[in-house]
Every structure is written in C-alpha cells, then in structure tokens.
C-alpha cells in the first residue's frame, strides 16, 4: 500500500482456461444456439437433458476463476466442441451427485457439519445478494460519482516521484548525493537502485498525479511546499524514509464515469456489507468462558498496545466497547474486536484455586525436590537404627 494511491487505472491481465479462450477468439462458423429460454435443452447424454442454464452457469465458473476480471462469453456464440465439453463436466458433476447421495460417505457427522456449512453461507450470501441488487441501483451509482466530481473542485493534483529506504542514514545519505548532482536523471538512477518500493522503483519512482487529501498528512505536509523538481528533506512515514520530488502540479479533473462506474459500484457495494456487519456486530456483548494460561496471557498482554487500524473514515470505524461478563477471578481476558485486541483485568485477587493453578514450574519443582530430600533422610535415618541394633 503505497501513502498517496495513484487514481490511474490500472490494468489487469486476464488469464482463462486455455481451450475455452482460444474457441471464443477463433470461433468463426460454429453457431448451434439460437434461443435464449433459460430452460432450454442443449444437449443429450445417455438420455439426461442438460440445461442452457446449466452450461451457462458452468462457464461462468471457469470465468470467475481466473484472475482479473472477465464476463464469460454468451453461449450462443461458442464453438460446438466447447458446449459439449461444459455439458459433460455438467453430466459428470450430476453423476457424481447421485453416487455420493447412495453411498455412506454423506451420513458421517464430518460431511453433515459440512454440507450445513455451506448450506449457510449460500444463505447468506443469497441475503446480501438480495440487498444489494435492490439498493445499489444505477442511479446510487450516477449520483455518488456526481457528489465525487463535486469535491475535486479547487483540488490539485501532484505528479510525485519518491525514494523510499529503511534508515534515516541511507536516506541523507541519499540527500547528499542528490544534492551534489541535480540532474534529472539521478533521481530516477537513484530510486531504481535503492529504493525499497518495487512498484515504482522501476518507473524512477514516479507515482503519477496524486490528490493532496488521498496521501498521508507526513507527506502532504511537504509535497504542497515543494518548488516543481525540488527534492524533500527525508520524511518518515510508517513504510519507511522518503526523498519525495514533485514534477508536476495541475487542477484536480474527474475521470470518465465510464472508467470508474465498476470502481464506485464495488466501494458503494463494500460500504454496504460493512454496514450490515456492524449493525450486527457493534456493541455485542462478548463472554470468554476459558481461562487462558499463564503463557497465552503474557501473549495478550504484549499484542495489547498494538492498535492495528487503518485510519478509516470515522464514520466507517467500529465500535470497540465489548463489554465482558463474569470474568473468572483475576484473569486477563482477550477479546477480538473490529480493529484491535484488548486486555481487561478486574484486579481482584486471585482465589486459592487459581493461584494453586497458576503455580510455576519452578515452584512445583521446588515442592517436589524437598519432598524427596525429605523420603531420602526418612530413609537415612531408619537405615542407621537398624545398624544401631
């Protein structure tokens, strides 16, 4: 995650199964589909019907699977060849069905948890489906780029070029030389040869036209100071030391509405599932019904300060008050919130039980080797009257 994200687009590979991909690019003459009845038959094996909808539905799994991003080919428009290798991965995947349903291997307890298992999350899945289809409607689209475009007014874009290192010494270090040669082309030498973000290290460290309010404050804080090619002191952020150079500035400008409307949709669809999330999840009360070890504690307690939030917006942030019920007697409890894990301790004294649980080692062995001093010297003893005698 770069501090300041570019609003470039950038561009996907796409990747499909190999015959698939090669029929809808030489598909010239093979036509065999012309309804479009969603129960269609399309196809005879051994007598079973296979279903338009079925074929469909496979192809669009081979799709999705591939990254990036890709929608599958309409199946009228597929080579003949390639319908009857989906209608059979159809057939086979229904063959298959049938003998897994005769056999015992469905009627262990393992293989139920997981049939319900998946049985639950289609069920939910089919519950945000449902929510989104309804509320992100084309016009929520049209209307949040609208309100976007809206916020770029008066906004500048920076054209950035940056170097980042580990050390604040390699990044004077870096300073100095930079300083000794001015050139251009230093900078560009200097980010492919040091600088620790690949991305851009082997573009001379170019970011591309960046919002001032999309980077971090360490670095908007001097980006908006700098002369056109003037070369920063280094800066600290959390990804390291930078040597940031503006090579240009120009009026913020809205992309197209066709180059970001999936990009809108995906955040307007993301903000929506969290809110969902939250509603359910924010101000749940939480009961940790163990007790955790000594070792597990001593765990907590060092993950504890750590706050590992993003800095969302405050309005998208989490409600992080759990509150804890009957924690046992003077034991640190761990909770798992939305954005960090806390330690709550009531501070009361532990009961006998619980010290005596919480014994070390070392304690223990202590107690067991002065018990054996003792049999030995019991032994001893007895040893020495009946010689006595």
């Known amino acids: 995650m770069l501090p300041y994200p570019s609003r470039k687009k950038k561009s996907k590979k796409l990747f499909v199964v190999a015959t698939i991909a090669a029929a809808c690019i030489f598909s010239g003459s093979y036509y065999v589909l012309t309804n479009t009845s969603s129960d269609e038959v399309v196809a005879k094996i051994n007598g079973q019907k296979i279903y338009k909808s079925e074929v469909e539905l496979r192809l669009h799994d081979v799709f ?15 080579p003949k060849e390639i319908i009857e290798i989906l209608a059979k991965e159809v057939y086979l995947e229904k063959e298959l069905t049938k003998e897994a349903l005769r056999s015992d291997a469905v009627k262990t ?7 319900a298992d998946s049985k639950n999350k289609i069920l939910r899945q089919a519950y945000i489906d449902s929510i989104i289809k309804k509320e992100i409607t084309d016009d929520k689209i049209n209307n949040k780029y609208l309100e976007l475009s ?3 007014e008066g906004k500048k874009e920076y054209q950035i070029f940056h170097i980042v290192v580990k050390t604040k010494e390699e990044a004077e270090k870096l300073a100095k030389e930079l300083k000794y040669k001015r050139s251009p082309s230093k900078f560009a030498e200097l980010a492919k040869k040091y600088s620790i973000d690949q991305e851009t290290a082997t573009k001379g460290g170019e970011i591309d036209y960046t919002l001032e309010d999309s980077m971090i404050k360490e670095i908007a804080a001097v980006v908006t100071s700098l002369e056109k090619d003037q070369i920063s002191d280094p800066i600290e952020t959390k990804f390291g030391w930078h040597l940031v150079k503006v090579g240009d500035v120009r009026e913020a400008k809205a992309l197209s509405f066709e180059s970001v409307k999936d990009n809108i949709r995906d955040q307007l669809i993301q903000d929506r599932v969290n809110e969902i999330n939250n509603k359910i999840i924010n101000n749940a009360k939480v009961q940790i019904l163990i007790q955790l070890s000594q070792i597990e504690k001593s765990k907590v307690a060092d993950a504890a300060p750590q706050d590992v939030s993003m800095d969302a917006a405050p309005e998208e942030k989490a409600d992080t008050n759990v509150k804890v019920a009957d924690a046992p007697t003077g034991w640190d409890q761990k909770i798992q919130t939305n954005n960090k894990i806390e330690v709550v301790s009531n501070n009361e004294e532990p009961s006998e039980e619980v010290k005596e649980e919480a014994q070390t080692d070392e304690e223990k062995d202590e107690v067991e080797k002065s018990a054996d001093n003792k049999n030995k010297s019991h032994a001893k003893n007895k040893k020495h009257k009946k010689s006595k005698r």
């Not at 591939?66 to 929608?71: H, I």
């Not at 307890?109 to 049939?115: D, F, G, H």
């Open 109 to 115: 307890p393992e293989v139920k948890e997981k049939i």
């Open 150 to 152: 809206k916020e770029l």
């Open 64 to 78: 999705e699977g591939q990254s990036g991003s890709a929608n599958s080919p309409e199946l009228s428009k597929l």
